[in-house]
């Protein structure tokens, strides 16, 4: 079918429905980008509400495993172990105790910075206490060289999570005080993790 026009030329008619819709989508595209671009009053305020959240619950569970991990340490009053083992072990102790004392300067400084906001299932707080008693219960009843490694494992899971926690909530922070200091957990842990590891593979096989 053709559609004459003005002038007398003939134009097909499919070429011109082609023409049409294509213009059509050119126009709703252009909009839909212009659309995409217009920020929604708002958005900003949603989006630091949303990284401020992140950011609490990533520091309260980073703040709550520090305070475990700082008294790591004590199981040496009763265990006497070698050098290797307890340097580390007193490392991660200190580390874990100025993290904590760091967390406490953020939260006191910026008192959006909730660090008991760790908002965990009741299913998830059961399985982490389940973990915990038999984690503790093969501590107690190892020795030697298989105490050290149980020791040491235990570590690399806590500094690892650690970690990561520390750079969730550096990447969530507010502040460039805050991501700084986050930051440096996570590199502080990070160490730390690879020289549990290390230690690891020096411990004597039974």
Same mark, same amino acid.
């Given at each position: 079918?053709?559609?004459?026009?003005? *002038?007398?030329?003939?134009?097909?008619?499919?070429?011109?429905?082609?023409?049409?819709?294509?213009?059509?989508?050119?126009?709703? *595209?252009?909009?839909?980008?212009?659309?995409?671009?217009?920020?929604?009053? *708002?958005?900003?305020?949603?989006?630091?509400?949303?990284?401020?959240?992140?950011?609490?619950?990533?520091?309260?569970?980073?703040?709550?495993?520090?305070?475990?991990?700082?008294?790591?340490?004590?199981?040496?009053?009763?265990?006497?172990?070698?050098?290797?083992?307890?340097?580390?072990?007193?490392?991660?102790?200190?580390?874990?105790?100025?993290?904590?004392?760091?967390?406490?300067?953020?939260?006191?400084?910026?008192?959006?910075?909730?660090?008991?906001?760790?908002?965990?299932?009741?299913?998830?707080?059961?399985?982490?206490?389940?973990?915990?008693?038999?984690?503790?219960?093969?501590?107690?009843?190892?020795?030697?060289?298989?105490?050290?490694?149980?020791?040491?494992?235990?570590?690399?899971?806590?500094?690892?999570?650690?970690?990561?926690?520390?750079?969730?909530?550096?990447?969530?922070?507010?502040?460039?005080?805050?991501?700084?200091?986050?930051?440096?957990?996570?590199?502080?842990?990070?160490?730390?993790?690879?020289?549990?590891?290390?230690?690891?593979?020096?411990?004597?096989?039974?």
């Amino acid at each position: 079918m053709r559609i004459r026009v003005h *002038g007398g030329a003939a134009i097909p008619f499919m070429w011109l429905l082609v023409v049409c819709v294509g213009a059509l989508l050119f126009c709703g *595209g252009a909009d839909g980008g212009a659309a995409a671009r217009t920020k929604t009053p *708002g958005s900003d305020a949603s989006t630091d509400a949303s990284k401020s959240e992140v950011r609490n619950n990533a520091a309260s569970l980073l703040y709550d495993l520090l305070g475990s991990e700082k008294d790591v340490s004590k199981i040496l009053i009763i265990r006497r172990r070698p050098a290797r083992v307890t340097r580390v072990i007193k490392a991660i102790s200190k580390t874990a105790g100025d993290g904590q004392d760091q967390l406490d300067a953020l939260a006191h400084d910026d008192k959006t910075l909730n660090l008991h906001a760790i908002q965990l299932p009741p299913g998830e707080t059961a399985t982490r206490d389940a973990i915990r008693k038999t984690k503790e219960h093969e501590l107690l009843l190892s020795w030697g060289a298989k105490f050290d490694m149980n020791l040491l494992l235990s570590q690399t899971d806590a500094l690892d999570y650690g970690s990561h926690l520390a750079k969730i909530a550096a990447e969530n922070s507010t502040s460039p005080e805050q991501e700084r200091e986050f930051h440096a957990l996570d590199v502080a842990l990070s160490a730390l993790y690879v020289r549990v590891v290390a230690d690891i593979r020096a411990v004597p096989a039974k």
